[in-house]
């Protein structure tokens, strides 16, 4: 995919292979092999709560056609997230809006037991210095659930700033949820 240059004079090319790393932490793009391990950790009803696209679990099946479906959208990035010693712990993607030089991030620890432990921050870190440095984006914004103030801590954490309410934005057991738009800008992100 190709991103207009902020000077008009580069044309900058995404490359979905990337593989990004800090001591804690690698991001490698996700391989059919991890498949089996997503669609194990989606049986858990409280992360698929936290998810907002997967009600229930996914067959392997539809994990791979999820996969495929990833890997051939020209306006995706998506990483599998592993500790420094190679353990599988989720996933993060950005889907990007060349022309308006944004992005959505989402992002997943799927592994509970390794909830509070950092892995998130560090990743969308990671995810973060690549979309304004690599792919020059001016903007990175995501929508979560109200009620998932882990994730909301996380995310101001890593220089995200709300700016706004979605009232009843999706359903969690029948019942409608609010959501928080939250952001980063490129400005914000490099002052910081």
Known sequence: MNLPALDGNIALTVISESILTT??????????????????????????????????????????????SRRQDPDSILWSIESADGTLLGNVELRLSALNRRAEVAIGIFDREQWGKGYGSEAMRLVLDYAFGELKLNRVELATDEENTRAIRSYEKCGFVREGLLREHRLIDGRPVDSVAMAVIRSDWEGR
Not at 43 to 48: F, G
């Open 23 to 68: 001591k804690k932490v690698r991001l490698r793009p996700l391989q059919e092999s991890d498949l089996a391990q997503f669609q194990r950790w989606l049986a858990d009803d409280e992360l698929r709560r936290w998810l907002g696209s997967v009600n229930e679990q996914p067959s392997v099946a539809e994990e791979f056609d999820w996969y495929v």
